[in-house]
T-cell receptor, first 114, second 115 residues
Framework: GQQVMQIPQYQHVQEGEDFTTYCNSS?????IQWYKQRPGGHPVFLIQ???SGEVKKQKRLTFQFGEAKKNSSLHITATQTTDVGTYFCAGPVGDAGNNRKLIWGLGTSLAVNP | DTGVSQDPRHKITKRGQNVTFRCDPISEHNRLYWYRQTLGQGPEFLTYFQNEAQLEKSRLLSDRFSAERPKGSFSTLEIQRTEQGDSAMYLC?????????????FGPGTRLTVL
């Protein structure tokens, strides 16, 4: 069945270092979403990417959607302690793209040493 | 607070008991989702409503699970004859109608512990 995988599962960095998490889908995605979940919290939407090769930036966060629309990445420049949490990618099941049903990766948990 | 709310926030029950959770989505959001999340995992899709219609349901969901959204506003998720494996965080999310952006707004979740 359709799968979404994320690597790494955990990442421990010093404050100020960069961080990247990668998301790979077994099938082509119509779009991909990224969420952040703080410890003890619930997922919070970060961004949605739709176009092949799309790159979007949010301050220190850069999101990329692969040309084949099967992979995506999130890069954080100069991490801060406020970046701590688990970052999930999620994509729609099937090719309808209507996001009725999302399949989620296992997430990458980021820890930042001050 | 106009976000998604869930009740109760915590539920401890004995194996074999039935439990029911409630979700109140953001008003005007016609799309509502239920997920289950266990430690170290991503949210696992359970079911999806558009207004009052249940349009998607996970094949992984056993017959012990049922969800309703009778008036297209709040939703309930019931688990019958709970098992220890049902222990998890149950998350509800909603999203607005139409548009190209499919952002889901999550509630704080209901943490279920089955003893």
């Amino acid at each position: 069945g359709q799968q979404v995988m994320q690597i790494p599962q955990y990442q421990h960095v010093q404050e100020g270092e960069d961080f990247t998490t990668y998301c790979n889908s077994s099938t082509t995605l119509s779009n991909i979403q990224w969420y952040k979940q703080r410890p003890g919290g619930h997922p919070v939407f970060l961004i949605q990417l739709v176009k092949s090769g799309e790159v979007k930036k949010q301050k220190r966060l850069t999101f990329q959607f692969g040309e084949a629309k099967k992979n995506s990445s999130l890069h954080i420049t100069a991490t801060q302690t406020t970046d701590v949490g688990t970052y999930f990618c999620a994509g729609p099941v099937g090719d309808a793209g209507n996001n009725r049903k999302l399949i989620w990766g296992l997430g990458t948990s980021l820890a930042v040493n001050p | 607070d106009t976000g998604v709310s869930q009740d109760p926030r915590h539920k401890i029950t004995k194996r074999g008991q039935n439990v029911t959770f409630r979700c109140d989505p953001i008003s005007e959001h016609n799309r509502l989702y239920w997920y289950r999340q266990t430690l170290g995992q991503g949210p696992e899709f359970l079911t999806y409503f558009q207004n009052e219609a249940q349009l998607e349901k996970s094949r992984l969901l056993s017959d012990r699970f049922s969800a309703e959204r009778p008036k297209g506003s709040f939703s309930t998720l019931e688990i019958q004859r709970t098992e220890q494996g049902d222990s998890a965080m149950y998350l509800c999310a909603s999203s607005p109608p139409g548009g190209r952006l499919n952002e889901q707004f999550f509630g704080p979740g209901t943490r279920l512990t089955v003893l």
